[in-house]
């Protein structure tokens, strides 16, 4: 499927002042804990600028952590309007094969809207005790963690809830989520190649693993933005956006995050309200920013764990330049940021090319870890290096599986075999040889130093992923349902 392209304009035209998306840019460029991929900013349902942080690229499908939640969310709206559950249903007659190991009378008190509000009456994170107590059905592992609390008394953030109620949905319509929203949301909406990461049940997770482009995201922006229409067509029940996006718990000091006031504003649907609108939130970034009053929609992908200080910039510099009606032109701060996202880039990874008196010696054996062990990836065990007559490779072998990277001379080298990645860097020294490699899939990077005295190296993630997967999985999946 072919998307039409959303449509787009002149930010003086929508009532925007290019000078503060440009003050935006310079603020996200200067925090150095702030890596950008993307940035999406709709206004008056036109595109007034877009720009991707080379070798991030439109088409690349992005992690989009828990952003996902938002899209779980939709899709049990559309499975509500079609008869298939309620809000008021208990979770437990969704899955009346637990009904005998499920006692604790809170537990069976948990209804849809409590999971999907994540009120379930836990004070904290079940997901592991969830798998820990059940692999094969987490649902029934979550069941049977007993709530503290009343179920719709008290907020906590809590993957399970989000899974649960992925599952009422994959169960109710015989589908995985993915192929569910395939042609009730995705193609209306115009969105391709949706892919979502399973658990050991073969389950879409729900509450994470969901990889989209910038774009995808955005248009389900538009679609909360405009009450649940796309293109005059009603894809979601009238009156759904209102109600997923309104304050059903209250959520100050629930995420345990100092300083944090973005945090603290409540929790809808699987979506947060904000100092300002509402979002879908997802780890290291990923944020679908929905801004009634100023008739906007902002989407970022993102590689920082400062993510409050990423809604701050974007507060203090994008939403002053929101205006009530068009600017006059010409503009030649228009022009200037259509420039400026032109040539958005990541700084290259600093190095050297090889000392060529040492080249023989850096290919002569392997590598091994630092300390006897990789602490940051333990499944790595080595690392090789060879030259080769467009640079060279560096292969890194984790639990027996050969990974090649290529290193070029200079910038970024982008390869999409055997998975999507971005590899720079170089020697330091003739002892020391960095190479950072970008997943282009996700919001991940990982620094590998190779010591020639001793032979050995080490890695660390700039930011570490929330699980650890094997390298080969840090990408989108291929899935039946990615294919099908």
Known sequence: MTARPLPSSTPAAQGVDSTGVLALLDALDAEPDIEMHSIMILRHGRVVAAGWWAPYTAGRRHLLYSLSK?????????AIGDGLFGLDDPVISHFPEFDADITDPRSRAMLVRHVATMSSGHLAETVDEAYG????EPVRGFLLQPPPRDPGTVFAYNQPTTYTLGAIVQKTTGQPLSRYLRTRLFE????????????????ELGFSGLHLTTDAVARLGELYLR?????????????????????????????????APDWDQGYGIQFWRSRHGYRGDGAFGQFCLVLPEQDAVVVTTAATEQMQTLL???????????????LPGPRD???RLRDRLDGLALPPATGKAAPPEHAGKWAAAPFAPSGGACADQPGLTGVDVAPGPDGWTVTLTENGHRIP??????GWTVSEEPLPVAVGGGWTDSGTLVVETLFLETPHRLVLTCSLPGRTFTARWRPAPLHRPPLGRMR?????AATA
């Open 476 to 480: 989108a999946p291929v899935t039946p």
């Open 70 to 78: 938002s899209f779980t969310g939709t899709a049990a709206a559309l």
């Open 333 to 335: 701060a228009d022009a």
């Open 312 to 326: 701050d910039l974007v507060w203090e510099h994008l939403l002053p330049a929101f205006r009530p009606a068009p």
């Open 188 to 203: 209306p909406l115009g969105i391709a190649d949706a892919a979502w990461l399973r658990d050991g049940t073969g389950r």
């Open 133 to 136: 107590t059940d692999p094969a």
């Open 405 to 410: 990277l290529r290193l070029g001379a200079g």
């Open 227 to 259: 009450d649940g229409v796309w293109q005059g067509r009603r894809l979601l029940p009238e009156g759904w956006a209102a109600e997923a996006t309104r304050a059903h718990v209250p959520t100050a000091g629930g995420m345990g995050f100092a300083d």
